[in-house]
C-alpha cells in the first residue's frame, strides 16, 4: 500500500505565504515525477506544478513567480511554498506522485486527499 498524505493546508489573508507538504509512504521502490494540481469550487482539477527526481520544475504560467516546488528524495516528500497568495488561488490543493512499488512494474501515478487552501481577508 501507498500512501500520500498532505499538510499545510489552511485560511490565509491575500498576500500572505503557506507552506504545503506531502510526504509519501508504503511500498516505495522508487519516485520519479512529484507534483501539486488544484481543484478550485465548480472548477476542473488543474496542474500547479512538478518536479523531477532530478531537481527540474515546471510551473502553471498562473503560479510562476509566486509558487516554488522542492522535495527531499531521502524522505520521499514534495513541498510547494506559496507566496504573494491572491483569492484565486483558493483551492483544495492535491499532490501526486509517479513511482514504483517494485522494481519489476510500470510507473503508476498515486494522489493525496487533498488539503485546503482558502485565501481571503
Known amino acids: 500500500q501507498v500512501q500520500l498524505v498532505e499538510s499545510g493546508g489552511g485560511l490565509v489573508q491575500p498576500g500572505g505565504s503557506l507552506r504545503l507538504s506531502c510526504a509519501a509512504s508504503?511500498?516505495?521502490?522508487?519516485?520519479?515525477?512529484m507534483g501539486w494540481y488544484r481543484q478550485a469550487p465548480g472548477k476542473q482539477r488543474e496542474f500547479v506544478a512538478a518536479?523531477?527526481?532530478?531537481?527540474?520544475?515546471n510551473y502553471a504560467d498562473s503560479v510562476k513567480g509566486r509558487f516554488t516546488i522542492s522535495r527531499d528524495n531521502a524522505k520521499n516528500t514534495v513541498y510547494l511554498q506559496m507566496n504573494s497568495l491572491k483569492p484565486e488561488d483558493t483551492a483544495v490543493y492535491y499532490c501526486?506522485?509517479?513511482?514504483?512499488?517494485?522494481?519489476?512494474?510500470?510507473?503508476?501515478?498515486?494522489w493525496g486527499q487533498g488539503t485546503q487552501v482558502a485565501v481571503s481577508s
Open positions: 501526486n506522485a509517479d513511482l514504483r512499488t517494485t522494481a519489476w512494474e510500470t510507473l503508476r501515478t498515486y
Open positions: 518536479i523531477t527526481r532530478g531537481g527540474t520544475t
Open positions: 508504503g511500498s516505495i521502490f522508487s519516485i520519479n515525477a
